[in-house]
């Protein structure tokens, strides 16, 4: 059934959602689902902005002649690669084989890696700054590259005020009757799941993220529309200043968030007793999480929410408990930085963890560990009082 909506001035969305994949990239998991956006510009001249994924290739292409409504499309804008947005590239070429295709040059190289059989059609590669002309609406270029592979740009409606913002903007989470942000209780329904995508997905590219951003503050932006999730046309800078914070690597807010490995549940009793003793001490809100339950992504985007990091764990074959080095890893490839961490390690005859989880941390640019770190032999029990105080009392001040 057609299902596609007006943005603004001959502007529609064309997308659709998917509720049924469980991990996004066959990673990230998926608690309700995702949106692929598909945008088209209906003037003298027909544009489709990028395509989407094969899951909801039946929808995509039913909005996308609804909306053409026998028109020719005169131009396929390709502002990013990735086959959540690439795999229908061929099908609008065999339905369309007049179509140009438009992007930079990257994009091309990408597209014949993908797509050999289409290395003759018609292009117009573009570079920063490039305009086309659709007749009343022009279309501007901005790279955004690495947000989130190289080939990546945005192309902006100078006519409408339309920016559309390829991977940037985006977040997990299906779209339901309404397309704007502003038609959901955004904090609610979406907040969590756009940390955690921005975290896992362009997490490691703030500095590219900021240059684009740099960019995109030139532009006189009415509406925001990216691949993946609502659309934006109010509270733009609301929006805009979340990215600046996430890109800068600056603490949403003061929450503290405990994270524990633990095989028998003697280092989750000391993971909790502490996590108290903070609540208590800090008159912080205070979240804890079991490395093994919660998905890696989710812990990294608290880590990017929250300033000070607890972690609890064990020793394990002389090592990290594998979860809790397995999140590290996330940590250290997403390259976070600007944190506070404090270390409790457990080894009932040779603890290791927290001086193999500090050597993993120092890796990590402007991440300060804070001393002492706790020590548990096996178990915490009343006799450790003082000493988990002190490490407590550490982590407050910290
Ligand atoms: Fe939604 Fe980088 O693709």
Redesign the pocket.
Known sequence: MINYKKITDETYWIGGSDRRLSRFENIFPLNSGVSYNSYVIVDDKTALLDTADISISDQFLENLSGVLDGKKLDYLVIN?M?P??CSQIATVVAMNPDVTLVGNAKTFTFLSQFFPELNEQKKITVTEGDTLELGSHTLSFVMAPMV??PEAMFTFDTTTGVLFSA?AF?TFGAIDAGIFADEYDFEKTFLNEARRYYAN?VGKYGMQVQAVLKKAAGLDIKFICP??GPIWRKDIAWFIDKYQKWSTYTPEDEDIIVIYGSLYGHTESAAQKAAALLREKSGKKVAVYDVSQTHASELVSEVWRCKKIVLFCPTYNNGIYIPMENFLSDCASLMVQNRTFALAQNGTWAPASGKLMTEKLQCLKNVKIVEPMLTIKSALHETDEQELDAFVTAVVEA
């Open positions: 990013h990735e959540d947005h989130h592979w991977d985006g997905i691949l993946h």
